[in-house]
């Protein structure tokens, strides 16, 4: 794609960042040289290295989010931003910003909502055996849970439409915005797109903020907090189910007494037992009345996303147009000249 086509379209990079001094300054730079047309934000959260003022010299427009957590920050930059298409990424050097103009080719050419730079390497580079663990598991349950768009749900460079960023509820408060952003575009069944991208390492003084236990408990109940929103019948069906499997266990012996006996000895565990299956009963009714109520958000959240306008392709066909003409003319010239050249000869 040609820079005079994407100067058509408005982009917006978003950088959130807590700390990160060390690398901000370079990555704001490699994005203004990776893509000169675009306006660049970083949205510092609260950081004490001065982080702000780096980017400020490097040329950024800074924000503040006092609001401690990245989904707190992703969301701010969500409601404040306005563009065609918004680049985010991390401030602390890992992702490549030369690999941004690939995104945005494959956001438009794929007519795709949101496009994911998955990890080259992320298992081998994430810094610690936990970080690793954590990857796989939450690609193998969210595989489970909600389906087979992604493959690497907790990158964080990705490309959007605006469509996308302004259909998004974002009410995430900490890392596990990109397990919501990921299961948004799988409700809505949203056309998505992956590439594989190379991820580096943090370089000397920079200091990862991801906590392996206090973040992936949180993403572990993010995933919770999702299936419970969006897929109610599976979870509280499986709650009925676990309480009525209780349930069954412990009316067992009790009825076999009975059949055998005509006595019921146990009469606060037989009253623990229909305690139990009727909570199973309830749950059971919870989640098929529920999940009319899921599926109504849904598409009145459909319905919201396709009032939104879609990337505007057709400034680019405008602009491709005129860049074919553009050269067209230039080599017209040269082409009648050497048309006159071989009547002389």
Not at 137 to 154: A, E, H, K, M, S
Not at 311 to 318: H, I, M, P, S, Y
């Amino acid at each position: 794609m040609s820079q005079t086509a994407t100067s058509a379209l408005d982009i917006a990079v978003l950088l959130p960042c807590y700390n990160e001094a060390a690398t901000i300054g370079d990555v704001v730079r490699d994005f203004r040289a990776a893509l000169p047309e675009a306006r660049i934000y970083v949205y510092d959260n609260n950081s004490t290295d001065g982080t702000a003022l780096k980017a400020m010299l490097a040329g950024a427009t800074v924000v503040r989010e006092r609001r401690q957590g990245k989904g707190h920050v992703v969301r701010r930059m969500f409601c404040d931003i306005d563009a065609d298409i918004y680049i985010m990424a991390d401030g602390d050097g890992t992702y490549g910003p030369a690999d941004a103009e690939e995104l945005i080719r494959t956001l438009i050419t794929e007519r795709a909502d949101m496009v994911v730079g998955t990890r080259r390497g992320v298992h081998d580079d994430a810094g610690r055996n936990g970080h690793a663990f954590g990857n796989r598991l939450f690609n193998q349950l969210y595989r489970v849970l909600f389906g087979n768009d992604f493959t690497d749900i907790l990158s964080g460079y990705r490309a959007f439409s605006r469509r996308y960023v302004k259909s998004f509820p974002a009410v995430s408060a900490g890392f596990e915005i990109e397990t919501e952003m990921s299961v948004h575009a799988s409700r809505l069944k949203l056309p998505v797109c992956e590439i594989e991208l190379d991820y580096g390492r943090r370089p000397e003084g920079s200091h990862s903020k991801l906590s392996t236990f206090k973040d992936g408990f949180k993403i572990l109940w993010m995933f919770a907090m999702l299936m419970k929103e969006t897929r109610p019948f599976a979870f509280f069906g499986l709650i009925a189910a676990g309480l009525m499997g209780v349930s069954l266990a412990a009316m067992a012996p009790v009825l076999y007494e009975f059949f055998t006996t005509g006595l019921v000895s146990r009469m606060p565990t037989w009253i623990g037992a229909m305690a139990l299956m009727m909570m199973s009963f309830l749950s059971f009714t919870a989640a098929l009345i529920l999940d009319s109520v899921a599926r109504s958000r849904a598409e009145q959240l459909r319905i919201h996303y396709l009032t939104l306008p879609a990337l505007n392709t057709a400034k680019l066909a405008v602009e491709a147009s005129a860049e074919n003409e553009k050269a067209r003319r230039e080599r017209s010239p040269k082409t009648t000249e050497k048309a006159r050249s071989s009547r002389a000869a």
